[in-house]
Nanobody, 119 residues
Framework: QVQLVESGGGLVQPGGSLTLSCAAS????????MGWYRQALGKQRELVAF???????NYANSVKGRFTISRDNAKNTVYLQMNSLKPEDTAVYYC?????????????WGQGTQLTVSS
């Protein structure tokens, strides 16, 4: 069992930057692939980025070049650095612990954190 707690959401102006953090409980954090999903109002939840246990990263086309996912296994934490934010990035962002290297399989979910991009 893994418990995940996201933080760092908020209100940001278009073009701004923000970093989300996700702290995980448990001693097997380094063995999990970690992902960030988002769900905008009225839309399906979508995978934004994930980092495999070995460090390989993968991004949705909509965020490629703007978002960076990283993990710190010593701190049991995964981050999502978001730059050049757009109004369409507005969503609830969810952290996930799962598996996969080239394709991601979600398993454990955090409670989500709201990001609003608006002027």
């Amino acid at each position: 069992q893994v418990q995940l707690v996201e933080s760092g959401g908020g209100l940001v102006q278009p073009g701004g930057s923000l970093t989300l953090s996700c702290a995980a409980s448990g001693s097997r954090f380094s063995s999990y692939a970690m992902g960030w999903y988002r769900q905008a109002l009225g839309k399906q939840r979508e995978l934004v980025a994930f980092v495999a246990a070995g460090g390989r990263t993968n991004y949705a086309n909509s965020v490629k070049g703007r978002f960076t996912i990283s993990r710190d296994n010593a701190k049991n934490t995964v981050y999502l650095q978001m730059n050049s934010l757009k109004p369409e990035d507005t969503a609830v962002y969810y952290c996930n612990a799962g598996s996969g290297v080239y394709y991601y399989t979600p398993q454990y979910w955090g409670q989500g954190t709201q990001l609003t991009v608006s002027s």
